[in-house]
């Protein structure tokens, strides 16, 4: 693996884990609530955690170079 492929430098994994985890806790009984509940739950997200992601990527870039491609969500 390469450091683009790397998951600490894709945010919008760590968006779309609040999603899954939100959605789930709702337990859907079919398609058009799984949709509706995505919508949902996307919408809840505050623009604080969005700016605090972005913010976020200049340090995880550079622990990325620094742990020579290991994982840092735990150094974070």
């Known amino acids: 693996d390469w450091l ?3 998951p600490d430098l894709n945010s919008i ?9 939100n959605v789930e806790k709702r337990m859907p009984q079919n398609i058009d ?10 919408n809840k997200i505050p623009d604080s955690f969005l700016v605090n992601l972005i913010q976020s ?13 290991f994982y840092i969500i735990r150094k974070l």
């Not at 994994?13 to 985890?21: F, M, Q």
Request: proline fraction near 0%.
């Open 57 to 69: 990527m200049k340090r995880r870039c550079q622990l990325v170079i620094d742990l020579f491609n």
């Open 4 to 6: 683009s492929n790397s």
């Open 13 to 21: 994994e760590n968006l779309w884990s609040i999603v899954k985890y």
């Open 33 to 42: 609530e799984l949709k509706q509940f995505m919508a949902e739950e996307w």
